[in-house]
């Protein structure tokens, strides 16, 4: 099963490299941390201060390409754990049919942020990664 | 009518917070410079250089979507300039007929070079900005 997730907080640092985004359970206390990029970790970080810009950033180009093309998207879900590596998909409906598309949880989380839709990590991962 | 354009070259600084990459013209002298962004401009220089990231970044997932949705990219096409601001459109084919995808010019010209589409530039843009 699948477990919805709030983003519960961007840790965006100019002296790191790597950036934090921590999810926590909607309906429940686990939570755990994710290692993004800077790039991703502004981007979801003005998308959750509303911050809007005037010509369509790339994860604005992801949304538009997808409403473009007759796809609705659904929500983000990260399925996978590998040799400490988190992989997710983009679910979009098209065509009455849900189509999964590969990307990385940064980017899923930076285009869930922007189209507005639920963040969901397979159970799998979650107890594998979660605190409470 | 539009332009056939080539990448010229991409000059990535460390130091300063906007990049530059310039196009020339494929049949003829004429070149102009973008100021763009500095991920943009590393997500454009590592795609020239062919480096391999093993999970998709976001402008192979923009790719990754217009394909997923059943899209074909053609090219992307740099249509106008307003106020000193350059506007972009990736241009796929779906269904049978081309769709127009509004974006800035260094996401386009990213994406153009991941998926390895030609980049154009109206008569009308390179006329007002172009050197030779």
């Not at 965006?12 to 206390?29: F, T, W």
């Not at 979801?44 to 509303?50: A, E, L, T």
Request: negative net charge; aromatic residues 4%; hydrophobic residues 45%.
């Amino acid at each position: 099963m699948n477990v919805h997730m709030a983003l519960r907080r961007i840790i965006v640092s100019e002296v790191h490299e790597h950036q934090l985004v921590e999810l926590r359970e909607v309906d429940g206390p686990r939570r755990f941390t994710i290692v993004i990029g800077f790039f991703e970790a502004t981007s979801i970080d003005r998308r959750v201060r509303k911050q809007v810009s005037e010509r369509p950033l790339t994860h604005d180009l992801v949304a538009g390409v997808i409403e473009e093309l007759g796809g609705e998207l659904r929500d983000i879900l990260i399925s996978d754990l590998r040799d400490g590596i988190y992989f997710a998909k983009l679910r979009v409906m098209v065509d009455g049919e849900i189509r999964e598309i590969d990307c990385r949880p940064s980017d899923a989380i930076a285009v869930a942020v922007t189209a507005d839709v639920p963040i969901y990590v397979s159970d799998e991962v979650l107890d594998e990664v979660a605190n409470e």
